[in-house]
């Protein structure tokens, strides 16, 4: 779903407030993930080590989110898909084994510490790319 000029859709309208948001995300949750392993990896390890895979999936979502193109959508398409299964994931064991979360993650709690924008941020992600999709035979003139 380009135009003619090959403007990136999913750039243009909400598509910017989700890109910049996981901007903040990998910003966030990266350079926590580093001073928490570099400091203290021993405390949570597995915290520690979620976090900075979380960064890493924001990395690749907002890349690939402002990259015009199919193979981009689908990237995007499984980078926001790999988070929403991430942080339902690590959200609801941290709920159910708070002992193997000493510390926090960006997920834990399905992202109460960052006022639950981890949750919703997959949310909203997985909707710009459905209304943005790739059209298939679009471009057939009649």
């Known amino acids: 779903m380009t135009d003619a000029e090959g403007i990136n859709p999913r750039t243009s309208g909400p598509g910017?407030?989700?890109?910049?948001?996981?901007?903040?995300?990998?910003?966030?949750?990266?350079?926590?993930?580093?001073?928490?392993?570099?400091?203290?990896?021993?405390?949570?390890?597995?915290?520690?080590?979620?976090?900075?895979?979380?960064?890493?999936?924001?990395?690749?979502?907002?890349?690939?989110?402002?990259?015009?193109?199919?193979?981009?959508?689908?990237?995007?398409?499984?980078?926001?898909?790999?988070?929403?299964?991430?942080?339902?994931?690590?959200?609801l064991w941290s709920v159910l084994d708070p002992a193997a979360f000493p510390d926090a993650t960006v997920w834990s709690g399905f992202g109460r510490g960052y006022l639950y924008i981890p949750l919703v941020l997959p949310v909203l992600g997985l909707w710009w790319l459905w209304r943005t999709r790739p059209m298939r035979g679009a471009a057939v003139a009649s």
Do not use: C, K, N
């Open 16 to 91: 910017r407030l989700i890109i910049a948001l996981y901007a903040v995300f990998v910003v966030g949750s990266l350079s926590r993930a580093a001073v928490q392993i570099a400091s203290r990896f021993d405390e949570a390890p597995l915290a520690y080590t979620l976090s900075a895979v979380a960064g890493v999936v924001y990395v690749v979502a907002a890349v690939s989110l402002s990259i015009r193109g199919p193979r981009a959508w689908w990237v995007s398409l499984v980078a926001i898909s790999t988070e929403l299964l991430g942080v339902l994931t690590v959200g």
